[in-house]
Nanobody
């Protein structure tokens, strides 16, 4: 399984971006798939994830502004980010964890920069 993240860029405060994570290989509805981010000097943190099936989890900072979705036909997971703020600036990583095997895969990261 490999993950390819895309969609990052430079935007202004209040604008939107849509990140995409394309998954090569077989995925299952029980896989934990989501987005993390890391900014300089800070630990990588969860942004949003599918815990299992359609059950989602969002960080407090993402709630109400970001939406995670999946396109099963294209084996992709998206993160729609609205009303972006400078504090959202980070490298965003997609991640997959398969509970029954311990498979743990990270994408290469995509930079999101929000200017004030």
């Amino acid at each position: 399984v490999q993950l390819q993240a895309s969609g990052g860029g430079l935007v202004q405060t209040g604008q939107s971006l849509r990140l995409s994570c394309t998954v090569s290989g077989t995925t299952y509805s029980t896989d934990l798939v989501g987005w993390y981010r890391q900014s300089p000097g800070r630990q990588r943190e969860l942004v949003a994830a599918f815990l299992s099936g359609s059950i989602t989890n969002y960080s407090n900072s993402a709630k109400g502004r970001f939406t995670i979705s999946r396109d099963n036909a294209k084996n992709a997971v998206h993160l729609q980010m609205n009303d972006l703020k400078p504090e959202d600036t980070a490298v965003y990583y997609c991640h997959l964890f398969r509970r029954n095997t311990g498979l743990d895969v990270w994408g290469q990261g995509t930079q999101v920069t929000v200017s004030s």
